[in-house]
């Protein structure tokens, strides 16, 4: 019930303006809901993303869209700038790189001189093109999720694609597992 009060209080305020507010991090709602009276109800952090999920199935939506989101472990790299709206705006670099951005539903522009992306499963891998200056040479965009992508860093790559359309390659190691890792950003 405290879930579904959360999910109403946040749409309610944020109906026509969306902003950071408007988003809490599943993990740092389990632990509002550890302060309160229903503490002894919420034991697992598993419970609560469950429970988030399924109301997102119930909703049709996805649970960013009820102002939950999971905070992003993926890094990128190379010629681009994303902008949220008129006033923030992020300047990714070729030499240095940044984690992805929580959310990206509210990306309203997107520029880049780049020719394509490339993913890369392994950030050993990430980091090694980036020393060796793949960004600038080969005029691309780096992106790695460390392995298994979480879902910030797929809705990247795909905002990447539709918005900027530009084609998306991937680096993953010749196994089952890298193919399964390639497989998820489709």
């Not at 993953?172 to 399964?180: I, K, L, R, T, Y």
Request: hydrophobic content about 40%.
């Amino acid at each position: 019930m405290r879930l579904m009060s959360y999910v109403h209080y946040n749409l309610l305020q944020n109906l026509n303006n969306v902003d950071d507010d408007f988003y809490c991090t599943k993990r740092a709602f389990f632990y509002s809901l550890k302060n309160e009276f229903i503490k002894r109800f919420v034991v697992k952090q598993g419970k609560v993303d469950w429970a988030i999920n399924e109301i997102s199935m119930l909703l049709e939506c996805g649970p960013w869209e009820l102002g939950f989101i999971s905070t992003s472990k993926g890094l990128v790299a190379g010629d681009l700038s994303v902008y949220f709206g008129e006033e923030k705006v992020i300047h990714y670099e070729q030499r240095n790189y940044h984690a992805v951005p929580d959310v990206i539903a509210n990306v309203t522009q997107v520029r880049t001189c780049a020719a394509y992306v490339l993913v890369v499963e392994k950030d050993s891998v990430f980091q090694k093109l980036l020393r060796e200056e793949c960004p600038s040479f080969n005029n691309c965009i780096l992106v790695t999720g460390k392995g298994y992508p979480d879902i910030p860093t797929r809705m990247f790559v795909r905002m990447l694609s539709e918005k900027v359309q530009l084609p998306i390659y991937a680096l993953v190691d010749a196994n089952p597992h890298g193919f399964e890792i390639m497989c998820v950003y489709r």
